[in-house]
């Protein structure tokens, strides 16, 4: 080809890019497993069993990842709402409010965050992949799960493959499911006790 | 051990259940990688190019995960809805709807998929992790995605770190958000022209 | 006028239309009062008041006013759930199922309705404008709720200002926001209560 | 009353309160049609025609109402969003808002409605029951509907009937139902078109 225009799907296989999105996303999973502040962790795991009611907030993609935290939470045995859902209550001060944002600015959740804090002054974890941002900052706990590498070498490359906030939304999910698996093993609860409390209705 | 209770936490590292999820997990992914059907992916693929519109149907944590799904088509410039979501109006011939369902046999799931080919015939495809299940036998397009390994000796692990259909949906999210990148190559498109689209309102 | 074409806005009066609607709307409504069935109405507040949770069931607008009714529900302190929503856990027997449907023969509904008495045969009440239908038949306890009237000289005007399932979707609204007061008087409650459970994250 | 506990059902008589209720509702809605200022309802109605997309927003009880006119419009065939649902795109210039919070300082809906001002310059209307609300003064077009009578004589009573914003969620349910009547006669259409974009999955 001699024009200027180049074929984006020159040199093409198909699957090529998916393998490699998903050997990249495993790879950061491990990397993220082995780095993991364990102290952090547990302060989490700490409040979620100390507190009467748990409530999970989160927009976009983090938000469903929220709801199926939220929906293990209550498999599980908690006291769990969505914040936005129909049958959510009042938030009070010995509750817990999990906020989940990348880039820990979202409008509503950061907002939201804070009238929890003002207006009940509530325990607020946040899990977000921006230590310095606002929702980290409000929060008591805060859950640091990194998104795409910044190193300039494989920014790009991830841009391509994982765009947007994809990295920390399929991470933050596969952390939380990991913390799942530790409280099923410190409630002493096994997959049958989960199915128990599973909706039939759907 | 000759007493009769044992304790659940004698030995507890905590976060150790966490890392060892986390690792099974990624092993799964890659597993899943290695093995995946070129043919049915490029055909799910094709589907989704060729349809004037995309239903996305799923309950409980594979819903949470369709509608991850349904974002980011949305973010990609398809005509994309949920099924149950308020704006979703009457599907047609030439749409496609994709319904995720780990057993492959959730009552609303089928039961829509079943009154869609009937009533207007339109293609399905299902992401299911069985493929003899109801889902998958009414389905057009069948993307057979593993959840727990099958080998006995895996599985009781499987179990106490994986409940339910945790392998099952976190790899359908990660497979999918695959294809989100092989979309992204095949409609030339970069993060910037998805950021476009990205609501703003949250 | 010459023309074969006619314009659909010759005589047309902004607002004309909107206030006939409320005007019939508002005789409806009177009327449904006058002929309500207070043995039905009480079987239903009773069936509420004795169980020991509550599960709301509904699809498309009639899903609004199903959700409409769970909230106030969780206001007055009932243990309230919304049939797929996150944590919304298995339903049993000592629970009531309310299932919404004008038609009473939505797929979704009528199925998930015959589910929840076949596995686990909990009490189910059903608002519905037809008291034939699929979701009367299954149902233990009947709230017939007339949407548009059947005599031939009003049906054609209803269509024209309250199309499909408006006169019905209202009217189980308003109805159930009728079964609300009861409930605030039978419990002595006040609206203070009330607004002592109402969510402060929104 | 010599006696120190009042039996709250002393005196009830089953029924007569959700009777009260109805009866109560219909003259407001009577009163509500007769006052109605048609200059801004047909403002709004030329702000639904001329934008290229429109988007709902509201929380609580008050974001259903929302979602079930969305609803129709999109049986009307307009191209409408609600936000805070999956596949609601970016907000532009040219696109629509409307917003409803009875009280008009919802958190997130006052923020979000700020944020698109602020953000793409659309037009905003709000819908809620005062004009001097935060909602209400960034808006473009204001519909007031009153809900509770301030008169003192009337007002004990409707808190204990028609508790919080019961009022104003059912009349503006009622006023935005009008609405789709005007529109599908300024539109031409008859039921048959709206049921042609109707769900059938559901």
């Not at 364990?38 to 990842?65: P, Q």
């Not at 906030?165 to 049958?192: C, P, Q, R």
């Amino acid at each position: 080809m001699n024009s200027i225009e180049t074929n984006p799907l020159e040199g093409y296989t198909p699957g090529e890019i998916m393998i490699k999105f998903i050997k990249t996303l495993s790879l950061h999973l491990i990397h993220l497993a082995e780095k993991i502040n364990l102290d952090e962790v547990m302060s989490f795991i700490k409040a979620i069993l100390e507190s009467e009611n748990i409530f999970i907030l989160g927009a976009g993609r983090s938000g469903f990842v929220a709801r199926a935290f939220a929906m293990r939470l209550m498999h599980l045995g908690f006291n769990v709402y969505v914040v936005g859902e129909t049958v959510t209550p009042r938030i009070r001060e010995n509750d817990l409010l999990i906020a989940i944002s990348g880039s820990g600015e979202t409008t509503s959740v950061v907002d939201l965050g804070r009238k929890a804090k003002k207006k009940v002054n509530c325990k607020v974890a946040a899990i977000t992949a921006r230590k310095g941002s606002k929702l980290a900052k409000l929060a008591d706990i805060k859950l640091i799960i990194k998104g795409k590498d910044k190193s300039s070498a494989s920014r790009g490359e991830d841009k391509r493959i994982a765009p947007l906030g994809t990295l920390f939304e399929i991470s933050s999910l596969v952390f939380l499911d990991g913390v799942v698996a530790e409280l099923m093993k410190l409630k002493n609860l096994n997959e049958d006790d989960l199915r128990m409390r599973h909706s039939v209705l759907e």
